[in-house]
């Protein structure tokens, strides 16, 4: 198991973080992550895009992170946003009943011109 984390600004809007993820996000994974996203609230950047396109899989822990993540962001004027969801990660999104939690976009250029109306 394993998962890689690249984390950049955007191409489109430099403060805004983009996370890659590569691999595979489950319990095992998830504290790797979630140490990144605590390092994003320490320094007050609180709009994220998540890019799925490597990311192979993801376990209830995976989604889990970011659902605990979404209050925090939105509290202090954020929000978290998808972009190349796998039509399986997205059905998944829908079994669990987070899919109107969360924005999906079809590109990094979508997903930052709705973070910058938030």
Request: net charge negative.
């Amino acid at each position: 198991m394993y998962l890689t984390i690249e984390m950049g600004e955007s191409a489109f809007d430099p403060h805004i973080t983009l996370f890659r993820l590569k691999g595979i996000l489950d319990s095992m994974t998830v504290p790797e992550l979630e140490i990144h996203f605590v390092e994003q609230f320490r320094s007050s950047r609180v709009r994220w895009i998540m890019d799925f396109e490597d990311l192979e899989y993801i376990s209830s822990a995976g989604l889990k992170s970011f659902v605990g993540a979404v209050p925090e962001l939105r509290d202090h004027g954020g929000d978290i946003c998808f972009v190349n969801l796998p039509s399986q990660l997205g059905n998944i999104f829908k079994t669990k009943g987070v899919g109107e939690l969360f924005k999906v976009f079809a590109s990094e250029a979508d997903a930052v011109r709705a973070l910058q109306r938030v």
